[in-house]
């Protein structure tokens, strides 16, 4: 007959008592290593994420670089300390108005051409500038079209590369009134031809 006593009794219960304890400790370990794990799939996949967001970003960069070149910038631009055009609204304002600009230029030409027949050995050279001046209109109204687009492009992207456009777009705007200029220049010397042109004739006729 197989007896108890009472201190045999509380050592099992101790003993179980242990192995419960060495069951909790181990299930413990191992939501710490699961949890550890996990935490570092999280970190794993921030980091990676935060790569592939300054990979985005050096893309987008990099198109408005590329767009920036595409326009032959002037390493002699003047850096302004603020954007005058900073939404697509005002870019949009400023290729209307070098559009209106080409056209009164057209207008403007084609009165000139019309004086200029009435002059011998004058038109030749004449045309050849004004053909230049036609060409170097188109390329402005072109570089306004392309900067219209590098602003859409710019949506998000650094306030550098938005001084750069505007400061490209201050560029066309002195070139076209330079353009202006030297047309004015061209129908005053016009102007004076004719006017010579009359009195020597005048004169001609006097004797």
């Not at 055009?85 to 600009?101: G, P, V």
């Not at 006017?195 to 004739?201: D, P, T």
Request: with cysteine; hydrophobic share 35%.
């Amino acid at each position: 007959m197989i007896t108890w006593r009472a201190s045999d009794y509380y050592k099992g219960v101790q003993r179980w008592a242990d192995r419960n304890d060495e069951a909790h400790v181990r299930d413990y370990k191992i939501r710490e290593a699961n949890r550890a794990s996990r935490q570092d799939k999280e970190d794993a996949y921030a980091e990676y994420r935060t790569r592939q967001r300054r990979k985005e970003h050096e893309h987008d960069f990099n198109l408005a670089s590329q767009a920036v070149s595409r326009l032959n910038m002037d390493p002699l631009l003047p850096q302004s300390s603020s954007a005058r055009y900073q939404t697509k609204a005002e870019a949009q304002a400023a290729q209307n108005a070098a559009l209106e600009s080409e056209a009164r230029f057209k207008s403007l030409n084609r009165d000139l051409e019309d004086n200029l027949r009435r002059e011998q050995g004058v038109s030749s050279s004449l045309s050849l500038v004004n053909n230049a001046l036609a060409a170097e209109a188109a390329k402005a109204q072109s570089k306004a079209a392309e900067l219209l687009r590098l602003k859409e492009i710019q949506e998000g992207i650094c306030n550098r590369d938005r001084l750069i456009a505007n400061s490209l777009i201050m560029n066309q705007e002195r070139r076209i009134m330079e353009q202006q200029e030297r047309l004015e220049r061209l129908r005053l010397r016009v102007t004076l031809n004719e006017i010579s042109r009359r009195a020597i004739l005048r004169d001609s006729r006097d004797w």
